[in-house]
């Protein structure tokens, strides 16, 4: 699960894969068309599913173009992916033949790989804002899609945000390179940078419409921009400095974040395997607007 900055024309070529299905994106207006050659309607359902959670959390889908090569392999499951960034976004996805529809409609893996379409290529040292986000939005904009509920979000985040806190030799995010500090680190920064943006905006504005207008100001994976340029894109969206100020606290320095009281503070608990959610809790109004389900008009 990542993304692969290349140049036009340098994708490797799918053939080099073996067995593989292509499907071809094509978008207008938002409306999701999935051509019918070489794909069975078991993928395309997937595909849609996972589109569908973008749609939920972007508005649209980021691209009006990008090609997926399934590779089939041994096995069951969604087993691996990558995103390409060239001239036409290109989504690599490995997929076990024994695959069953319960594990196609529980995949996080595709949608996660389709956020990465929805940011501009960054310097390498920022792979940490690319992974960091696909790995924040992806269970949210699944629970705003209805395909997961705000409860299976919260004990997601409860059970594996600890791994994004700094260590004792860690440097701030651009400095640190560990795949917890990437994924799970960049994640934090996105849940502090939505929780601050919804508490200074009265909560009409969070990290959903920052991320809108970065991909409305062009900032989709076929480009190239300088990580200042999208934090200010997307702070002009919601009026408040929060990505921009954040990042350059966090940038160099290890921050620390008191998690249980920011829990207790969006009324989020787990007891053991279980988690429950506190609607009289200081903060649960933006707990809420933050995985809320989205219904969207069909195109």
Known sequence: MGLNASHPGTTPDPSRFGAQRHIELQLDD??????????????????????GAIRAYYGRFPLQHARITV??????????????????????????????????????????????????QLADQHDWLQEGAATYVEPIARARAGQLSAERVWAKFVLQMPNG???PKDRGLDYTSTR????????????????????RTDNRFGLQDALRAIVEDGGTVDHRWQIRKALRSGD????????????????ETPMQVDLESLWRDLGVARDGHRTSLNDGAPLAAIRRAITEQQILKEQ
């Open 30 to 51: 938002g409306a999701l068309a999935i051509a019918r050659e070489q794909s069975s309607a078991e993928l395309r359902a997937w595909v849609a599913r996972a589109a």
């Open 71 to 120: 590779e089939r392999v041994h096995g069951s499951g969604v087993r691996w992916a990558r995103t390409f960034a060239s001239s036409i976004a290109h989504v690599r996805i490995g997929v076990g033949r024994e695959t069953t529809f319960e594990q196609f409609e529980s995949d996080w893996i595709l949608t996660h790989e389709f956020v990465h379409l929805a940011l501009p």
């Open 165 to 167: 806190l700094p260590g």
């Open 180 to 199: 917890a500090r990437t994924y799970w680190g960049g994640a934090l920064f996105c849940l502090v940078a939505d929780v601050e943006m919804r508490k």
């Open 236 to 251: 002009r969206a919601t009026g408040v400095d929060v990505l921009s100020k954040l990042y350059e606290h966090w940038r």
